[in-house]
């Protein structure tokens, strides 16, 4: 498996505490974890912001299997022609594992085709993230619930579509709750959605989130390749051309 680890590698630069955090980078720390946890035989590289092409060159992206996202400060600065890149390959079989911010993304919008938009508020309380579907993959191993002891609120409504499959739902102190680990299909490609890893805690480097992820990444791994016909999909019989039946 070829795994593309992105980062918007923003707050890094700007902010000391995340540097302090994350001295590898946010997007080093998601690499690294998921270079221990899917073992030997595996490629995961990074990719940013800054780099030429954000990283993501048609060549990269063609041997990519799964991209995993975050960005957070700078969404609108990320290149259409780059996001159109990223979401051909998605259609055409490559996983996304969009991570907490990257609900606003260009890329994760695009495919979900709503705002996408959600409550907050960052008052750092507890999360408890519910299993709901514990047969899932993504919830292997995974501790029900999983406890965050300090970090950002994320609360309905969010604004996506109906997810394919829901694995987890948060709750908050304050009483709100959030579907903060979603799954979607768009053409041959998965799409998981998991809300925990604001910047200012240490989410990435909590062993069950690290676990999460790569649980996500194997479920939305292409299981013929990318370019392989959709999952679950049957090619039709017949095409309908309105023209050609006039």
Not at 61 to 66: Q, R, W
Not at 180 to 196: D, Q
Not at 207 to 229: C, E, K, L, S
Request: charged residues 20%.
């Amino acid at each position: 498996m070829r795994v593309t680890v992105w980062g918007e590698n923003v707050h890094e630069h700007r902010d000391r505490p995340v540097r302090e955090r994350y001295p590898d980078g946010m997007h080093g720390a998601v690499a690294a974890a998921l270079a221990d946890r899917l073992g030997p035989g595996h490629h995961v590289r990074t990719a940013t912001l800054q780099e030429p092409e954000h990283g993501l060159t048609a060549d990269v992206l063609a041997d990519t299997d799964v991209l995993t996202w975050w960005g957070h400060a700078a969404h609108d600065e990320v290149d259409d022609a780059v996001v159109a890149r990223v979401h051909d390959r998605v259609l055409a079989g490559m996983g996304l594992v969009a991570l907490h911010s990257a609900h606003y993304s260009k890329i994760f919008r695009a495919l979900m085709g709503t705002s996408c938009t959600l409550r907050w508020r960052n008052d750092g309380e507890t999360e408890l993230l519910w299993t709901v579907d514990p047969a899932h993959p993504i919830a292997a191993g995974v501790p029900h619930p999983l406890r965050l002891p300090a970090h950002e609120m994320y609360g309905e409504h969010f604004d996506i579509p109906q997810p394919d499959e829901l694995v987890f739902i948060s709750s908050f102190a304050g009483g709100e709750v959030f579907r903060s680990g979603c799954c979607f299909t768009r053409g041959a490609g998965r799409i998981f959605y998991f809300s925990p890893g604001d910047q200012e805690y240490p989410i990435y480097h909590h062993p069950d989130v690290q676990r999460v992820i790569a649980n996500a990444v194997r479920w939305a791994a292409p299981a013929g390749g990318t370019g392989a016909a959709p999952r679950n999909r049957h090619a039709p019989l017949h095409w309908y051309d309105g023209e050609a039946a006039r």
